[in-house]
């Protein structure tokens, strides 16, 4: 067996690993925290159930898409952006 050339990074988090090293990596953790508190808090803290709650659409849309499927694959951060602007505008409302 001999060594090839690397076919890069298979998830995201290596992805953001190999392109911005530890310090990325962290922030991405960070980003991933900061995310998950704001959404699950807010869900999780109200009683009412409604087909209309937003931080429950945005919790299950994150956890779907970068949680599950960039552990297997890599997937665009850019969305990330978009999560964080509606939580920033739900929280502003």
Do not use: C, M
């Not at 067996?1 to 530890?22: M, Q, V």
């Not at 990596?25 to 999780?44: K, M, N, P, Q, V």
């Not at 709650?53 to 849309?61: D, E, I, R, T, V």
């Not at 994150?62 to 602007?85: C, H, L, M, P, S």
Request: hydrophobic letters at 50%.
């Amino acid at each position: 067996w001999t060594f090839k050339e690397s076919i890069g990074p298979h998830n995201t988090i290596l992805y953001i690993w190999f392109s911005a090293g530890i310090l990325g990596l962290a922030s991405l953790a960070y980003l991933y925290g900061a995310i998950i508190r704001e959404t699950a808090s807010s869900t999780f803290r109200k009683v009412e159930i409604s087909p209309y709650n937003a931080h429950l659409l945005l919790f299950l849309s994150f956890v779907g898409f970068y949680i599950v499927r960039g552990n297997f694959e890599q997937v665009d951060i850019a969305q990330t952006g978009i999560i964080t602007g509606f939580l920033l505008a739900l929280r502003n409302r």
